[in-house]
């Protein structure tokens, strides 16, 4: 029965990838520029206004979200335009806020 379970568990490189995923949804700025770019795609000017941050860094928790590749950015002339990488990041997000939601 034990053995059944554990061959259905992912590998130890696999769970410390979902472990290393999960951090970077830990942070709340992260979260909160996430959550700007499920509604609509968006350069680092205008996330820095809308969160009240510095553009720097806003543009230091991007690079952590595009190294996760959690999020991707488009060069449209001199700026960066940024969006959720797919679907996948949008399905996770509603997840978490459905989870949260329903403790209320």
Wanted: glycine share 4%; proline share 2%.
């Amino acid at each position: 029965m034990l053995d059944e379970i554990k061959n259905q568990l992912p590998d130890e490189e696999t769970v410390y990838g979902l472990a290393e995923l999960f951090k970077v949804f830990g942070d709340p700025t992260r979260a909160k520029i996430m959550s700007c770019l499920a509604i609509k795609d968006m350069y680092v000017t205008e996330l820095a206004e809308l969160l009240n941050m510095s553009i720097s860094a806003v543009s230091h928790q991007l690079r952590v979200l595009r190294n996760a590749k959690l999020v991707k950015g488009s060069k449209i002339g001199k700026e960066v335009k940024y969006c959720l990488d797919d679907n996948h990041v949008v399905q996770i997000l509603d997840c978490g806020l459905t989870h949260i939601n329903e403790q209320r």
